[in-house]
Every structure is written in C-alpha cells, then in structure tokens.
C-alpha cells in the first residue's frame, strides 16, 4: 500500500510564497505520474498540477501558471509544489496524488484516474 505524506502547509500572505512536499513511501521514479489537487470548502477537488513518470512532462492548471512550479526528486520520492505570488483564491487543501498507470509522458488531470492520495496539507491565504 503506498502512503503520500505532505507538508508545508500554512498561512502565508497574499503574494507570498510557500512550498508544499510529498514524500511516497514507495518508489514512484518512472513507475507513477504524481499530481497536487486542492479543494476548497463547497468547491469540488481540481488539478493543480503534475508531473509525469519521468518527469519529462508537467501540466498546470491554467489559473497557476507562471506562479506555481512542481517537480520531483526521484531518489527521496518527492515532489514538490513551489507556489509563488500565492492569491487568496488559492487557498484551500491542497493533496498529492499518486497515478500508477500513466504512459511515461502522460499527465492526467481528472482525480478519478489517480490510485493513491495523501491526507492533504492546508494553504490558508492572508489578503
């Protein structure tokens, strides 16, 4: 069984920046697509973005692009989600996910197709 841990979590002020990680505890190196949803309270989970099994390939939602960066370090099973020039509509929980069966430069975006999730690390935003 795979178990996602995130961190880094917060309160951060609007235009700030935070970093958010997850750490696998199986290898996810060119076996698994790793992503980062979030969901706000009344509002449905949605991609944020991820990375694809070799990390060839990322895909952002269209909202943080330009501010928001993942990546991966294969040899600790991390990814990572540097989040800067953070808004207050950018608030919520924000959850790492885990897609085992994505074709090596596949990055899918419905949470319906990912396997495994975290707990989920909370992004508050100060305006």
């Known amino acids: 069984q795979v178990h996602l841990a995130e961190s880094g979590g917060g309160l951060v002020e609007a235009g700030g920046s935070l970093r958010l990680s997850c750490t696998s505890s199986v290898r996810t190196r060119n076996s698994a697509a790793m992503a980062w949803f979030r969901q706000a309270p009344g509002n449905e989970r949605e991609f944020v973005a991820g990375i694809s099994r070799s990390a060839g390939v990322t895909e952002y939602k269209d909202s943080v692009k330009g501010r928001f960066t993942i990546s991966r370090d294969n040899p600790t099973n991390t990814v990572d989600l540097q989040m800067n020039n953070v808004k207050p509509e950018d608030a919520a929980d924000y959850y790492c996910?885990?897609?085992?069966?994505?074709?090596?430069?596949?990055?899918?975006?419905?949470?319906?197709?990912?396997?495994?999730w975290g707990q989920g690390t909370r992004v508050t935003v100060s305006s």
């Open positions: 996910a885990a897609d085992f069966r994505a074709r090596s430069a596949i990055v899918r975006t419905s949470p319906s197709f990912y396997d495994s």
